[in-house]
């Protein structure tokens, strides 16, 4: 397997399925650890095509989050109210703001408030407001959806907005909702009343993470930096 490290200002990022091999660069794990983590599958006859080839074990195609992709809270297509910080690899990260400009903060019993920043885009050019926040959670307990994920918002009993920039998280007793808000958010628009598993945006998904999917073939599937990307251009 050969890894490009040069970075031009196109990159891709091809991701080819090896469904009868082992993963081949395991430290892939943290998107924002792109080019490090490949430190160690990097090849002597690197070029500079702006390329990175992956091997996975997993099937391409199944790109949405109520199925179960992305449940770490790091992805290259969708980003959640919050997600681990990937500052210090000694330790187990802290949960930070993405899509949430402000950790999550107690307005009453079993009540949180979190402000969503107002500046981010789907990969289809829409803006990310709260109805997508909550139109994707609720949607998670939908019985239609049958999400394999569902038990990963834990104690969180509903969420709701508060305008179109603020959502409220409520949760039975006083826990701490942070590590049930890694969950990929989709626009509401790609929200189906069907099982997740069949979901267009599994195979055409549409995120507001770093990366957009180009193009997707049985064996590969080609990821490419977003422009318009809200926060630090990536790779």
């Known amino acids: ?56 074990a997993v099937e391409l ?4 989050p109520l ?27 802290d949960l930070v703001p993405a899509l949430a400009s402000e950790p999550p903060r107690a307005v009453s019993p079993g009540v949180w408030r979190l402000p ?7 990969s289809d050019g829409s803006a990310l407001d709260s109805a997508d926040v909550v139109a994707t959670y609720r949607a998670l307990t939908d019985p239609a959806v049958a999400s ?3 038990a990963a918002i834990g104690p969180i009993s509903e969420v709701a907005a508060e305008g179109p920039h603020a959502v409220t998280v409520h949760v039975t007793g006083e826990a701490d909702p942070s590590p049930y808000l890694l969950l990929g958010i989709v626009p509401s628009e790609k929200v189906e009343n069907r099982p997740a ?39």
């Open 1 to 56: 397997m050969s890894v490009h490290t040069h970075v031009p200002s196109s990159f891709d990022v091809r991701h080819s399925s090896m469904r009868t091999s082992r993963l081949l660069c395991p430290a892939l794990v943290l998107v924002p650890a792109l080019v490090l983590g490949l430190a160690g599958c990097t090849s002597s006859d690197a070029g500079g095509t702006g390329q990175i080839v992956l091997a996975d």
């Open 61 to 64: 195609g199944g790109y949405n």
């Open 67 to 93: 199925d179960g992709y992305g449940t770490l809270g790091v992805s290259p297509l969708y980003e959640g109210l919050l997600r681990p910080s990937a500052a210090d690899s000694s330790r187990v990260p």
């Open 116 to 122: 969503l920043r107002e500046d981010v885009r789907f």
């Open 148 to 150: 394999s994920v569902s």
């Open 197 to 235: 598993a069949d979901w267009d945006i599994g195979r055409h998904p549409v995120g507001t993470g770093p990366y957009r999917l180009e193009s997707l073939q049985p064996d590969q599937a080609v990821f490419v930096a977003r422009e318009d990307y809200w926060g630090r251009r990536p790779p």
